[in-house]
């Protein structure tokens, strides 16, 4: 093989080779691209998927991330008044509840009542439907 030879081989494998790469980084930008797109209708169709996402994720890190003693002594009274105004908040929701169902006129006893009434029509419905089936059935015998 002549020096020519050799060096158009060289040449043409290096070309090929040129094209090969050229054409993988376009297929890689494509997927990059397209990606890209996906990502961005994921985000428009559900953002607060994305949103609930991002804080399990930062509520995980902190999780796993230790606290520093400063941490704790500067967050201690924090934490306990937040707990406090939780549990207030709490307890004076259940009250402002109770009075608006009171208010309603809905009380345990007459939500027991209801949900035995329906209980009663369901029951009702089905047995009367029952005896219909089997009242076709029979007519079609």
């Given at each position: 093989?002549?020096?020519?030879q050799?060096q158009?081989?060289v040449?043409?494998?290096?070309?090929?080779?040129?094209?090969?790469v050229?054409d993988?980084?376009?297929?890689?930008?494509?997927?990059?691209s397209?990606?890209a797109?996906r990502?961005?209708?994921?985000?428009?169709?559900n953002?607060l998927a994305?949103v609930?996402?991002?804080i399990?994720?930062?509520?995980l890190?902190?999780?796993?991330?230790?606290?520093s003693?400063?941490?704790?002594?500067?967050?201690a009274?924090?934490?306990?008044s937040?707990?406090?105004?939780?549990?207030?908040?709490v307890?004076?929701a259940?009250e402002?509840?109770?009075?608006e169902?009171?208010?309603a006129?809905l009380s345990k006893?007459?939500?027991?009542?209801?949900?035995?009434?329906?209980?009663?029509?369901?029951?009702?419905?089905?047995?009367?439907?029952g005896s219909?089936?089997?009242?076709?059935?029979?007519?079609?015998?």
């Amino acid at each position: 093989m002549t020096d020519t030879q050799t060096q158009d081989r060289v040449a043409d494998a290096t070309a090929d080779i040129k094209a090969d790469v050229h054409d993988r980084l376009d297929d890689a930008k494509h997927a990059a691209s397209d990606a890209a797109r996906r990502t961005a209708d994921a985000i428009e169709a559900n953002p607060l998927a994305i949103v609930a996402g991002g804080i399990a994720i930062g509520a995980l890190a902190g999780a796993l991330i230790p606290r520093s003693a400063k941490e704790k002594q500067l967050l201690a009274p924090l934490g306990r008044s937040l707990g406090e105004r939780a549990r207030s908040a709490v307890a004076a929701a259940r009250e402002a509840g109770a009075t608006e169902l009171q208010n309603a006129g809905l009380s345990k006893d007459a939500a027991k009542d209801q949900v035995k009434s329906l209980f009663q029509g369901i029951a009702k419905a089905a047995t009367t439907a029952g005896s219909a089936a089997a009242q076709s059935a029979r007519a079609k015998d």
